[in-house]
């Protein structure tokens, strides 16, 4: 019998034969239409409830094929293949190192705190790694559990949080496509890098390798699948020589560890190391609060055509930044200059974020080194970044941010500014509104890719700098392991 004749019969209070309901009532218990209305879920949930296979997984086939991949297993709509495997090429083994490696160097927290960091490094752990959220004075929504003061170092911590949550991880080595070595090798070498011998800077980067090369994962492939993060530049780890007076450690010029690729927030040029962003301020936990931070700054008013938040370099020979401060406090009407050996001003996220957030252009010059995380803060508010050396992001970011630079930043050689052939603010009073225009929403639509979402939460459709990294390194560990 139909079950819709069924039903109507019910509802008609004229049972058929067939089936006898308990004392036969003879009134009508509610119309046909009302009737259907109330029975149809319920025939439709042990419909589903049969058929429950095959409707639920053709619902995560959807899912896969429409959304972000949950990395669980593919389905196709309609056919079932449980053989597929969306994570196939994309398993990630996370070493189980040892907590001398990771943990017990943010145990004890006050080591690793210097005395010019704004918090203590105890307080910079907070949030997973994302340190204390930022109270705005006028708490508005756009504000609130996405920002906070993050310390550039707590890289390591925050990319190892994110790797904790990766979708395809897998504790079968074998069936690892990379191996991440959750070593936190800038906040290691911070204990050590002012007053201690080299020997005590190198120890724990040798430790490492030895143990690390001792395992069945390391022969597989020597090593070239590995992969580790820092939060320090590559510069600090290949110390060259061994007068203690020199910097850093030797950790990536030991053998083993030229096998491992370094991610890293600025490179040496040296093959095995990538660089990935700065960490910034914000680290939001869903697609909406990036969409709406866009939407925010496409609306803000640009008084300023140009700014800069730093300060002289006055023992560094040869620094393009007294030029460039000059000629912003010469142009004072169109730059705004925030004096960062003043007060600590820079150290105020909402006090830079507002300066940048106010201006059309944010000048990038070099500074104790090539990179500065001023350049990822700069985006993030919309601001078009000004570099003078290639080497600031050109040659960097080179998974992050486009290949062609003219359509997200204004280059300007410091050679030429030096000598006098131009200055600041004739190169960029050249730039039309139009031309502004566009390479602001390049700069805002680069915002999703340069952020490191929150590790407690995960955004929906959005690849993240995080997500790009790791993109980068299953492709780049393909080509490097292929035979
Ligand atoms: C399932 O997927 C595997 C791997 O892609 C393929 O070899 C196989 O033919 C598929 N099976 C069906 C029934 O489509
Ligand atoms: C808070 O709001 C006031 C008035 O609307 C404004 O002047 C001030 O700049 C705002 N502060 C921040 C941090 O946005
Ligand atoms: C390096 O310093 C540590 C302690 O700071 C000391 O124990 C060690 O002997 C020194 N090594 C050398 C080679 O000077
Ligand atoms: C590094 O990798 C190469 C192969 O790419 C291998 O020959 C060499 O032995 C490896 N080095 C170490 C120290 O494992
Ligand atoms: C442009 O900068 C120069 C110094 O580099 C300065 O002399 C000049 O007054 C500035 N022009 C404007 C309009 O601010």
């Given at each position: 019998m139909k079950l819709h004749v069924l039903i109507s019969e019910f509802c008609a209070g004229n049972p058929t034969k067939n089936i006898k309901w308990k004392n036969q009532p003879k009134r009508k218990y509610c119309s046909n239409h009302f009737c259907f209305v109330l029975f149809f879920p319920v025939v439709l949930f042990f419909m589903l409830l049969c058929f429950n296979h095959l409707f639920f997984e053709n619902i995560k086939g959807f899912v896969y094929f429409h959304g972000k991949s949950t990395g669980s297993v593919t389905y196709f709509p309609g056919k079932l293949n449980e053989t597929e495997d969306s994570c196939l090429g994309r398993y990630i083994y996370i070493h189980d190192l040892p907590e001398r490696f990771n943990e017990d160097v943010i145990k004890d927290c006050q080591l690793i705190t210097r005395s010019t960091d704004k918090y203590s490094m105890c307080k910079s752990l907070e949030n997973s790694g994302l340190g204390p959220g930022i109270e705005a004075l006028n708490a508005s929504d756009l504000w609130k559990n996405s920002w906070f003061s993050t310390n550039q170092f707590m890289l390591e911590v925050i990319f190892h949080n994110r790797m904790k949550k990766y979708d395809c991880l897998t504790d079968d080595s074998a069936l690892a496509s990379a191996v991440f070595v959750p070593y936190y090798s800038g906040l290691d070498l911070r204990r050590y890098l002012w007053g201690f011998n080299t020997s005590m800077r190198d120890l724990s980067g040798i430790d490492l390798v030895a143990w690390l090369a001792r395992k069945s994962e390391w022969k597989r492939n020597s090593g070239m699948d590995h992969f580790l993060i820092s939060g320090r530049i590559a510069r600090d780890f290949r110390r060259k020589s061994n007068r203690k007076s020199d910097w850093g450690s030797n950790f990536r010029l030991l053998p083993e560890s030229e096998n491992i690729t370094m991610l890293t927030i600025e490179t040496g040029y040296s093959k095995n190391d990538i660089a990935v962003p700065y960490p910034t301020y914000f680290h939001p936990a869903n697609d909406f609060q990036v969409h709406q931070w866009q939407e925010f700054l496409r609306k803000q008013n640009r008084p300023y055509l140009f700014s800069f938040a730093g300060a002289r370099r006055s023992r560094q020979k040869g620094s393009i930044r007294a030029e460039i401060i000059d000629q912003c406090q010469a142009s004072n009407k169109l730059c705004n200059f925030m004096?960062?050996?003043?007060?600590?001003?820079?150290?105020?996220?909402?006090?830079?974020?507002?300066?940048?957030?106010?201006?059309?252009?944010?000048?990038?010059?070099?500074?104790?080194?090539?990179?500065?995380?001023s350049t990822f803060d700069s985006i993030l508010s919309g601001c078009i970044p000004v570099f003078f050396h290639p080497g600031s992001a050109y040659t960097q970011y080179v998974w992050h941010l486009p290949k062609d630079h003219n359509r997200y930043s204004v280059f300007i050689s410091s050679k030429d500014l030096r000598v006098g052939k131009v200055t600041i603010n004739q190169t960029l009073l050249q730039v039309s509104k139009d031309e502004q225009l566009a390479m602001r929403e390049e700069v805002i639509k680069l915002i999703p890719g340069i952020v490191y979402g929150d590790p407690r939460s995960r955004l929906e459709t959005i690849d993240d700098a995080f997500d790009l990294a790791i993109n980068g390194i299953l492709k780049r560990i393909k080509l490097l392991t292929k035979n």
């Open positions: 004096d960062c050996s003043l007060f600590n001003q820079c150290d105020d996220p909402l006090n830079l974020m507002s300066l940048f957030r106010s201006s059309v252009f944010c000048l990038q010059p070099p500074g104790d080194s090539l990179t500065r995380r």
